[in-house]
């Protein structure tokens, strides 16, 4: 568990490029780094009442993406909340490089929130040409 979160600012930008929206849930949130000879990957989740867990930013090092680390995260995420929470939650853009991998760990899709990406950040968010709008949230048991 990390302390000093702002020192992982590049990865965390790598996942929510905005600084002012990672502040919306640092503080509150816990924070995991995933250190293989070197930092690979980080998360920080929040307690969002109700048994939910939620994933608020994930990100793996641009040059050790597609090897196992963010899925590793996520299983250790499964296994320390095991008992704690009951749903493992995470909101992400209608993106073509973020939900496949959330469902290749097990999350399906269970609602959105319309126009978050457009309401809530002072530029548009483009993935691969692709506008994010909506929040898509996504969800597995822990
Ligand atoms: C999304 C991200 C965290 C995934 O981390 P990663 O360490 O590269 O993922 P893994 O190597 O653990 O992949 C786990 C599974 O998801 C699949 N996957 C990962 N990225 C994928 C993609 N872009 N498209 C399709 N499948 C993908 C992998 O093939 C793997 O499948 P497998 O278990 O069948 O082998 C990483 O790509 C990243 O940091 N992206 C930039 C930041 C970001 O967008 N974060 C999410 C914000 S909501």
Avoid: W
Wanted: with cysteine; aromatic share 12%.
């Amino acid at each position: 568990m990390e302390k000093n979160k702002k020192q992982f600012l590049s990865l965390l930008l790598l996942a929510d490029e905005q600084e002012n929206m990672i502040d919306r849930y640092l503080d509150r949130g816990t924070m995991y780094v995933l250190d293989d000879n070197g930092v690979k990957s980080e998360c920080v989740v929040t307690d969002e009442g109700e048994g939910i867990l939620e994933i608020k930013n994930i990100a793996t090092k641009p040059g050790s993406q597609r090897k196992g680390y963010g899925k590793k995260l996520i299983e250790f995420l499964a296994d320390k909340y095991h008992g704690q929470y009951k749903l493992l939650q995470v909101g992400t853009g209608e993106s073509p490089y973020t939900i496949p991998f959330y469902e290749r760990c097990g999350f399906v899709r269970s609602h959105s929130i319309k126009n978050f990406f457009t309401d809530h950040y002072d530029h548009p968010i483009y993935e691969d040409g692709i506008q994010l709008i909506d929040m898509i949230y996504l969800r597995r048991n822990i």
